[in-house]
T-cell receptor, first 114, second 115 residues
Framework: AQSVAQPEDQVNVAEGNPLTVKCTYSVSGNPYLFWYVQYPNRGLQFLLKYITGDNLVKGSYGFEAEFNKSQTSFHLKKPSALVSDSALYFC????????????FGKGTRLHILP | DAGVTQSPTHLIKTRGQQVTLRCSPKSGHDTVSWYQQALGQGPQFIFQYYEEEERQRGNFPDRFSGHQFPNYSSELNVNALLLGDSALYLC??????????????FGDGTRLSIL
């Protein structure tokens, strides 16, 4: 069965510092991986995805994520955090070889301190 | 180009009642998925509709049902509401054919409160 783990409920980072939001996954085959962001009282907005190819994926708003197959991880990163990055972040996975639903993690609240 | 739109934005019901939530997909999309997001949790997949048929279903009881119309819009119906059905209900649209690597586009959701 597919699963996604986001081990941190909340991450606090000072503005201007680099940030990392962790995600590990489990699928029986090869994964499609996604990161979404959710602002208060809004739906989820797509940030980036890993399909195949380069392990470092660049996305919206300066975010990037690194796919690590051996560690089954897909951590979200940004070199310099902004206060406006404060939001709820979700990692999601879908098994590439199965026509199956997308599974979301429980989310990590990112708090950027001014 | 309108994105995914959901209505209503908020809804208050009492236990035992029935509710219908509506979703219009992003222009050009043919597939609609529904998710339940409880407070402090990630979205949980309810079901997906394509060509007016339920294509996949998550672990939700039969009280949760849906429909897709010829214009690709969709409804989510929940019968015999329970307190635990209080949540944000999200609709997401996408293109189905051979594109499971494409991201879904989400609406802003309907906040359902059960008293």
């Amino acid at each position: 069965a597919q699963s996604v783990a986001q081990p941190e409920d909340q991450v606090n980072v000072a503005e201007g510092n680099p940030l990392t939001v962790k995600c590990t996954y489990s699928v029986s085959g090869n994964p499609y991986l996604f990161w979404y962001v959710q602002y208060p009282n809004r739906g989820l907005q797509f940030l980036l995805k890993y399909i195949t190819g380069d392990n470092l994926v660049k996305g919206s708003y300066g975010f990037e994520a690194e796919f690590n197959k051996s560690q089954t991880s897909f951590h979200l990163k940004k070199p310099s955090a902004l206060v406006s990055d404060s939001a709820l972040y979700f990692c999601a996975v879908r098994d590439k070889n199965r026509d199956d639903k997308i599974i979301f993690g429980k989310g990590t609240r990112l708090h950027i301190l001014p | 180009d309108a994105g995914v739109t959901q209505s209503p934005t908020h809804l208050i019901k009492t236990r035992g009642q029935q509710v219908t939530l509506r979703c219009s997909p992003k222009s050009g999309h043919d597939t609609v998925s529904w998710y339940q997001q409880a407070l402090g949790q990630g979205p949980q997949f309810i079901f997906q509709y394509y060509e007016e048929e339920e294509r996949q279903r998550g672990n939700f009881p039969d009280r949760f049902s849906g429909h897709q119309f010829p214009n690709y819009s969709s409804e989510l119906n929940v019968n015999a509401l329970l307190l635990g059905d209080s949540a944000l209900y999200l609709c997401a649209s996408s293109l189905l054919t051979g594109r499971s690597n494409q991201p879904q586009h989400f609406g802003d959701g309907t906040r359902l409160s059960i008293l």
